[in-house]
């Protein structure tokens, strides 16, 4: 294989490509860093952005909470646990050293199969500071619901709007929640979780075709 | 039923008209919405006091799609996100996944992509101003806008082969390089266009229906822009100085002058005004680009995620494996979850991706500027009349493609 003038990580991607595919999907479920006890482990590729001084303060002010952080291609994610999220987001954007005063988006990431099944991403920007973060908190599917940050971005509205539309996450305090991109009489569950179907339910097989 | 008296004068004590709320249905089939867009008006008398957007009628279900096809599969998918600007898509996609697997991309693919971006959210602007003057009742902007369009339009075609649906960029670069043709035809262009701008200036700035509906009309004050993810133009209307080619350079962007025009008062005919200025802007950077463009490879060689040069494919066993299995699989991506935002020429247009180390998005989110931007739709038509609705549906430049994705 040609090395010489390829950069350094997609080659990597080339040869784990290459070398451990198949292991890789049917390994990652059982090596997941997230258990049900919470425990964190950096994940492969990735660097611990714990001394992050934007981490730092979070972990200062809710130590309990405060899960791990990450640093992956100069993107800075820090894990908490559902319940201090919102104070941690208020702690964010009140804080004149943070001072995260952008909304950039709201998403939502379905790990079937594992015992915390969603993973709720809140990215935030700082305009005046101009710095990022990522807050990333996991939710169970049984209690479904996380606190919304509407109240401190009202940009988030129908972006948690979205997420609730396509993944079935309800937002605590949230003004308006309702379906948004799909009809409000809509119930044929949530799109966006794995287990929704990507090609139809069969009921077309059980048409009659006419004998000729 | 039981008849009353009816009021009288003297009776002060009943109103002389009954007056109450009228909820009005404004869409989908509204040729002044950009696609399919209700919006359920709470009216008193012509004043809206409430609006409340009904989105989804092209909902397509884009972001599931992804996670079932490869990353370059997913291209042209982009391109009908934004259908009046494919190219700004593409790049947008196809910087998002440069950043997940951490390559750069040769000098010279850097500037064809400016350039083209820039071409693109010209083209962005032209079809805006058109179809705001439209709306508003300027016919005549719209045929002025649409011959320069057009100009760009043909040279989107002898580049790539298509007007709309463009699909050039890749990752690792872009999918053929310039010709002389074009770079002539950019030439020319870029010395016609400022004389261009004047002309649709001086056909709006001193109509005086223009500067009635668009002057004051739809405030929003930058700490509530900001607050409610306002981006591109119309944050910047409100005076925020936030483009993501300044914060954050991406392109040859760092290495032309330019600047970045704001507005002061946060109402339409600022956001008006911004764009206006920002076609100035893109000539200047298309001019620069062209001036320094650098001689050099269109597309990074990292065989194993760009499809190699079909010379190379031909002739060396090596890329004819890459090439097939590129073709046939894909590449993995390394694990982990990135977020890549670009300035479009409506906002800030990003992708946020989960990569599992599959050759496919484990998930893949779209942030939508024109999604967010009617967020802030209750909030900025609220007090205004029914007619000033169609003017704000015009100021955020919105396209319903993108917003119900």
Known sequence: MNTDSTPQSPQQAGESGRANTNDQGSTRVEESPRKAGGFFKIPPGMEDG???????????????????????????????????????????????ALDFDYPVHVTSVDYMGEPERFEVVYDLFSIRKKHQVRLKTRISEEDCTLDSLTPLWEGFNFMEREVYDMMGIKFNNHPDLRRILLPDEYDEGYPLRKNFPIEGRGWRDTFEFLES | MELKEAPTVANKSLPLLRTEELLLNL????????????????????KVIKSDPVLGYLHRGVEKLAETITYNQFIPHTDRLDYVCAMYNNFAYVRAVEKLLGITIPE??????????????????????????????????????????????????????????????????????????????????????????????????????????????????????????????????????????????????????????????????????????????????IKQCLDQLPQGDYKAYVPQVVAPPKERVFTDMESMIYQFKLYSKGFNAPPGDIYCGTEAHKGELGFYIVSRGDSKPYRLKIRAPSFIHMGAFDYMAKGYMIADVITIFGTYDIVMGECDR
């Open chain 1, 50 to 96: 714990g001394e992050h001084p934007v981490a730092q303060r979070v972990r200062e002010r809710f130590p309990s909470a405060f899960i791990g952080a990450t640093l992956f291609r100069g993107d800075l994610s820090i894990h908490l646990k559902k319940d201090a999220l919102f104070e941690a987001a208020r702690l964010l954007r009140d804080d004149p």
């Open chain 2, 27 to 46: 869409g989908p089939q509204h040729p002044s919405t950009h696609g399919v867009l209700k919006v359920v008006l709470t009216l008193e008398g012509e």
């Open chain 2, 108 to 285: 010279r693919a850097e500037y064809l992509r400016t350039i083209v971006a820039e071409v693109q959210r010209i083209i962005g602007h032209l079809f805006w101003l058109g179809t705001q003057a439209l709306d508003i009742g300027a016919m005549t902007v719209f045929f002025y806008t649409f011959r320069e369009r057009e100009v760009l339009l043909d040279i989107f075609d002898e580049l790539c082969g298509a007007r709309l649906t463009t699909s050039w960029y890749r990752v690792g670069g872009v999918e053929r390089d310039f010709d002389q043709k074009i770079i002539d035809a950019l030439y020319k262009f870029v010395a016609d266009f400022p004389s261009k701008i004047e002309e649709y200036d001086t056909l709006l700035v001193n109509n005086r229906i223009w500067l009635a509906r668009t002057k004051g009309i739809a405030v929003i004050s930058g700490e509530d822009a900001v607050r409610y993810g306002l981006s591109g133009s119309t944050l910047r209307g409100s005076g925020v100085d936030y483009d993501i080619r300044k914060v954050a350079p991406y392109g040859a962007y760092d290495k032309v002058k330019w600047t970045v025009p704001l507005g002061r008062n946060g109402d339409t005919y600022d956001r008006y005004w911004v764009r206006m200025m920002e076609l100035h802007e893109s000539t200047k950077i």
